[in-house]
């Protein structure tokens, strides 16, 4: 079946497509202008969080949280204790991930490496991953940025 009459001329596809095309890549450039103009929200001062989602972890494992845009990490210790991490590796941001088998963690962006506190052993990662203060109040988990009282 033959359509008689089409809705569009050739020329206005063609001008939509191109249009179409020139409004994707104004936005594709504008969009890291408006991300570096409006940056995304701070990081907060202290998360608080249920402690009873965390209390049945086993040692040598860990937990993810929001710690404002970019993920938390709650890591369970062989002695009991909990130890919280902001979750991207301190050299290009990539998020980390816990490997308990190996005791580490590891960023894959470029092969970086943390020991289970967090220090940088390998890679180019230039610093350890930053530490959260982690308190337990109540039945609640407080993680609070550092110098935050
Ligand atoms: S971002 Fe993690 S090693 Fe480069």
């Not at 979750?87 to 894959?108: I, M, S, W």
């Not at 506190?117 to 039945?139: A, K, Q, T, V, W």
Request: net charge neutral; proline share 9%.
């Amino acid at each position: 079946m033959r359509i008689k009459h089409s809705l569009f001329t050739r020329r206005q596809f063609l001008n939509g497509l191109l249009g179409g095309w020139l409004g994707a890549l104004a936005v594709s450039l504008l969009y890291p202008v408006f991300k570096f103009v409006f940056p995304p929200t701070r990081e907060p001062d202290q998360v608080t969080l249920p402690f009873s989602d965390f209390k049945d972890m086993k040692p040598n494992t860990v937990e993810n949280f929001p710690w404002g845009s970019k993920p938390g990490l709650i890591k369970k210790n062989d002695d009991g204790s909990y130890t919280a991490f902001v979750g991207v590796c301190t050299h290009l941001d990539c998020n980390v991930t816990y490997l308990p088998e190996q005791r580490k963690f590891f960023c894959a962006c470029h092969d970086g490496w943390y020991d289970q506190d967090g220090i940088h052993i390998g890679g180019p990662p230039p610093r350890p991953l930053r530490r959260l203060n982690l308190s337990i109040e109540g039945e609640d988990l407080v993680i609070k940025r550092e110098g935050v009282e």
